[in-house]
């Protein structure tokens, strides 16, 4: 799974605490994940400056990562008319500068894969932040991010 992971604690608060409590989530939710709301303004800015084909790309991973479809590697070579090594290795290119090197824009992550006959394998599948996955399928039709 892709994303960013929070940790979280249920704890019961009394009535009489609960606004003091938001408040210093908050606080602490500002200081801790600051960076993670920049992410969306990065995707915009890089998908104006990107060329064709990282857009291309880009907008086949979002739009199965909407339609909680699992993107195989070579399913997006074949689409983008490219090699697989080719794709894995602009996907790598892409996440060193997209959200300046902190977080992965593109996942690519290898799953073990069991055969009809029992023979095992992996096979590479591509996918994104949902909220990325948004920002991105929005700036690439030329709508202005929410």
């Not at 709301?37 to 400056?49: I, N, Q």
């Not at 023979?119 to 996955?133: C, E, F, K, P, W």
């Amino acid at each position: 799974m892709g994303g960013t992971w929070v940790n979280f604690v249920l704890v019961p608060v009394p009535t009489e605490h609960v606004l003091d409590v938001m408040r210093w989530v908050l606080f602490r939710g500002e200081a801790v994940d600051a960076e993670v709301f920049g992410d969306p303004m990065r995707v915009v800015g890089l998908l104006k400056e990107a060329d064709d084909d990282v857009r291309t790309l880009v907008g086949l991973v979002a739009n199965a990562t909407l339609r909680n479809e699992p993107l195989r590697l070579l399913d997006l070579a074949d689409e983008l008319g490219r090699t697989h090594p080719d794709v894995a290795a602009t996907i790598e290119a892409l996440n060193e500068h997209a959200l300046e090197g902190e977080r992965p824009l593109l996942e690519l992550r290898n799953e073990t894969s069991v055969g009809v006959h029992g023979q095992t394998g992996t096979i590479a599948h591509v996918s994104m932040r949902s909220d990325l996955a948004l920002v991105a399928r929005r700036t690439l039709r030329g709508e202005a991010p929410r």
